[in-house]
């Protein structure tokens, strides 16, 4: 098998051109066989096109490079796939819209073949560049049939059997079995031709009820069966044999007699033909008739022509010229002598003028072709060449001089030339439409190209449901969180990097950051709600709710301050620190605006987990009591308390450090190990009770009381509040007396502020508002 992939692949160099259609067929036994994927698999390791128009001419190297990669596929040789292609060809060729015409090629399997040719013929006026097989029966004295197969095209012979064998099935109800005898460069034709005779062998089918009937009698019975047919037989032509035929009136055994004689065949194979002793037809009469004619003996010297074929080839009406002077024989190609003609006598034959043989005004105008039947006349020892102008369209008609007046009334080309060109008119519009077609494929790819893209930046902006609803056209409802854990983190000295560095420089550290940060919130699977300047938000639990939050974001704290360290300081050229805070609680959520809706938290968790991160340390994770309370318990971080703190609105407040994971290497939270991620054990059963809707009213009471709970909180910022207990975070309802508006700027109003702040860092520079919280 590899050795023929290897000959194959060496025929190639002697392959011409094909059209799409064999492709698409090709393509369609993939797809119909082996599935869509198969067929996409097939294209790409071959390296060629996703689609083939009908009537546009490819190499044949595209054809062999498919079949090459179907045999290593499939593993399967050459042969099976040829086969397999044969017979799905025949199948394809009829739901192409050629059944009727296949069907009536031939009344047997023979007959067929030997029309092959013919029907080639036909379709070379539309397919003009098709360069199709030809084949010759040849029927042995011993009885044996032998069909001859010829291409241009080398070691896809395979494929004839494959054929034959569904033609026989389907239009004759019968089984073939090929058998290769030779396989040459034939001699009998010009060129060096691939030259396959098989010899076929062809057996009917039994039908069930002749096949019942044999299994039920005996064999006595079947004899006399038999021997009754016989004698019914011999009874039935002693009768009608006798009877006299008249012209007037026919009795009921003439009717018998002329369909049916001892059984056999019809009126069409008891027929026998009746001769004139004289041929009634003159000579100028008969060139008249006829022409295109050509008359020439076994020596190829013209004895006589048509008068038309005189008119365009003026040198024939030489005495003794040969045939081969003017003349080249096209298809099929054989040898211009008689025993080669003879050979293919049931071939149709194409012959085209020699242009140097023309007078000199007609030799810049294309050649002439003809194309018709070769007779051989035994008694005159001369072969007559019936044929017409081979002929697409008007346009060669005019091309050549002709006119549609010098064709015989009798004969088809008229027809056939004005049949054509209505077509081709029709194959240049289904080109056009095959292209438009093409181009809208493409065109539809590319916008599903960019609408994956629109969905990807989308689904960057929202939550995937979110914008699934905003993509159809609802409205998105708010939603309360009964718990969730936000995660804020700054760099250090940011405002100070900003006042010393390019933009360009600041915009390509926060990239390097953020780009960091992006890919631990897939890892540890946290929303990411937005980033303004140097500060990043997260939450877990929102908007999908889990258990396991406050572990996710912890883990999603460690992994960040360790991606921080990577991404140096353009100033110093040290790596950059930031301050990262935790806080746990129940929050609102919802989607705000139009023109660029944002998914938003509201509530005061929100404000708290800001001022942990605002009153944080650099490359400390700072978590607030109530974040503590949920992860202490599960004994898989280690934390460190800081103690007592004055926190900006809240009072004095106890705070603590998250130094590491116990469980986890920082590998494993960086998600650097392959096949490996932190894995968190989810809590589903009361998931779908954690989301409640808020209506559009509720909204709007939260938004109204904001202004007024701004002021509450200024007058009572300077009092000592002592944090609520953990079991405040499963409230059903946040309490409306904390409604505040959050920003981003620092929870101090001045730089005298901060001095209980480590080191005085802080991002005293943004001032933009974050989102509205409770």
Same mark, same amino acid.
């Given at each position: 098998m590899r050795v023929y992939r290897i000959q194959l692949w060496n025929?190639?160099?002697?392959?011409?051109?094909?059209?799409?259609?064999?492709?698409?067929?090709?393509?369609?036994?993939?797809?119909?066989?082996?599935?869509?994927?198969?067929?996409?698999?097939?294209?790409?390791?071959?390296?060629?096109?996703?689609?083939?128009?009908?009537?546009?001419?490819?190499?044949?190297?595209?054809?062999?490079?498919?079949?090459?990669?179907?045999?290593?596929?499939?593993?399967?040789?050459s042969e099976v796939v040829l086969k397999l292609f044969g017979e799905y060809f025949f199948s394809f060729c009829k739901m192409s819209g050629y059944d009727t015409m296949l069907r009536t090629l031939g009344g047997n399997l023979v007959e067929f073949i030997e029309n092959l040719d013919a029907l080639h013929s036909y379709l070379a006026l539309s397919y003009e560049a098709m360069n199709a097989p030809s084949f010759r029966v040849e029927r042995m004295d011993d009885g044996r049939i032998l069909l001859h197969y010829y291409s241009d095209r080398k070691g896809l012979y395979h494929i004839v059997p494959g054929i034959i064998e569904a033609v026989a099935k389907d239009f004759f109800d019968s089984e073939v079995t090929m058998t290769i005898l030779n396989q040459s460069e034939e001699d009998e034709r010009t060129g060096k031709k691939e030259h396959v005779v098989f010899h076929m062998v062809q057996k009917e089918k039994v039908t069930k009820r002749k096949a019942q009937t044999r299994q039920n009698n005996s064999e006595e019975e079947i004899l006399e069966v038999k021997k009754d047919k016989e004698e019914t037989m011999r009874r039935m032509k002693a009768r009608y044999a006798n009877l006299q035929l008249c012209p007037r009136k026919r009795s009921p055994w003439e009717l018998v007699r002329s369909i049916v004689m001892l059984g056999q065949g019809n009126l069409r194979q008891s027929f026998t033909p009746s001769y004139p002793k004289t041929l009634w037809i003159e000579e100028q009469a008969f060139c008249n008739a006829f022409p295109f004619h050509i008359v020439f003996d076994s020596d190829l010297v013209v004895k006589h022509t048509g008068v038309n074929i005189q008119k365009f080839v003026p040198g024939l009406q030489t005495a003794g010229?040969?045939?081969?002077?003017?003349?080249?024989?096209?298809?099929?190609?054989?040898?211009?002598n008689i025993q080669s003609i003879k050979k293919f006598i049931n071939s149709q034959f194409v012959l085209k003028t020699r242009r140097e043989m023309l007078p000199e005004v007609q030799q810049n105008q294309p050649t002439l072709k003809l194309r018709g039947q070769?007779?051989?006349?035994?008694?005159?020892?001369?072969?007559?060449?019936?044929?017409?102008?081979?002929?697409?369209?008007?346009?060669?008609?005019?091309?050549?001089?002709?006119?549609?007046?010098?064709?015989?009334?009798?004969?088809?080309?008229?027809?056939?030339?004005?049949?054509?060109?209505?077509?081709l008119a029709e194959i240049e519009l289904s080109n056009q439409l095959e292209r438009k077609k093409e181009e809208l494929r493409i065109l539809s790819r590319n916008l599903e190209i960019e609408k994956q893209k629109s969905e990807k930046l989308l689904y960057a902006m929202l939550p995937t449901h979110v914008a699934n609803q905003l993509k159809e056209g609802k409205r998105v409802e708010a939603g309360e969180f009964?718990?969730?854990?936000?995660?804020?983190?700054?760099?250090?000295?940011?405002?100070?990097?900003?006042?010393? *560095?390019?933009?360009?420089?600041? /915009? @390509?550290?926060?990239?390097? $950051?953020? #780009?960091?940060?992006?890919?631990l919130t897939s890892i540890h699977n946290v929303y990411k709600v937005e980033t303004i300047g140097d500060a990043y938000m997260v939450v877990g639990g929102v908007p999908v709710p889990t258990n396991t939050h406050a572990e996710r974001v912890a883990n999603f704290a460690l992994g960040m301050r360790i991606a921080a360290r990577e991404v140096t300081n353009p100033i110093t050229g040290q790596p950059i620190q930031i301050r990262v805070g935790l806080h746990t609680g129940p929050v609102l959520a919802g989607v705000v605006?139009?023109?660029?809706?944002?998914? *938003?938290?509201?509530?005061?968790? /929100? @404000?708290?987990?800001?001022? $942990?991160? #605002?009153?944080?340390?650099?490359?400390?994770?700072?978590?607030?009591?109530?974040?503590?309370?949920?992860?202490?318990?599960?004994?898989?971080?280690?934390?460190?308390?800081?103690?007592?703190?004055?926190?900006?609105?809240?009072?004095?407040m106890r705070t603590y450090f998250l130094l590491k994971n116990l469980q986890k290497s920082d590998e494993q939270i960086m998600g650097l190990v392959d096949g490996e991620m932190c894995v968190y054990q989810e809590d589903l059963e009361e998931e779908t009770d954690d989301l409640k809707e808020v209506s559009p009213e509720d909204m709007n009471?939260?938004?109204? /009381?904001?202004?007024?709970?701004?002021?509450?909180?200024?007058?009572?910022?300077?009092?000592?509040?002592?944090?609520?207990?953990?079991?405040?975070?499963?409230?059903?309802?946040?309490?409306?007396?904390?409604?505040?508006?959050?920003?981003?700027?620092?929870?101090?109003?001045?730089?005298?502020?901060?001095k209980h702040l480590h080191n005085g860092h802080h991002s005293d520079g943004i001032n933009t508002k974050f989102c509205s919280i409770l």
């Open positions: 025929y190639s160099r002697w392959f011409g051109k094909m059209y799409g259609f064999i492709n698409t067929c090709l393509k369609s036994l993939v797809i119909e066989r082996f599935g869509e994927e198969t067929w996409e698999n097939l294209r790409l390791m071959a390296g060629v096109q996703e689609t083939f128009m009908t009537y546009e001419i490819y190499d044949d190297i595209i054809t062999l490079r498919l079949v090459q990669e179907a045999c290593k596929m499939l593993d399967v040789s010229i040969r045939l081969d002077e003017y003349f080249t024989i096209v298809h099929p190609e054989v040898i211009f070769m007779m051989w006349m035994e008694s005159l020892n001369c072969m007559i060449y019936l044929c017409s102008p081979k002929l697409r369209s008007l346009q060669e008609l005019e091309e050549r001089g002709l006119h549609l007046a010098d064709i015989a009334q009798h004969d088809t080309t008229r027809d056939l030339i004005l049949l054509n060109q209505q077509r009964k718990v969730c854990t936000i995660l804020f983190s700054d760099v250090v000295t940011f405002t100070n990097i900003c006042a010393a *560095c390019e933009p360009i420089q600041i /915009v @390509n550290m926060l990239n390097a $950051m953020y #780009s960091r940060f992006d890919r605006g139009e023109k660029m809706p944002r998914y *938003c938290l509201f509530g005061d968790t /929100v @404000n708290t987990a800001s001022r $942990m991160e #605002s009153h944080g340390v650099p490359d400390h994770i700072h978590v607030s009591p109530f974040t503590f309370s949920v992860i202490k318990d599960k004994g898989i971080f280690e934390m460190a308390e800081r103690g007592e703190i004055e926190v900006k609105g809240k009072g004095l009471a939260v938004l109204k /009381v904001e202004e007024d709970a701004h002021k509450e909180v200024a007058e009572n910022g300077n009092n000592h509040t002592s944090p609520p207990s953990p079991s405040s975070l499963h409230s059903d309802k946040s309490s409306s007396d904390h409604l505040i508006q959050f920003d981003i700027t620092p929870a101090y109003d001045s730089p005298n502020d901060f």
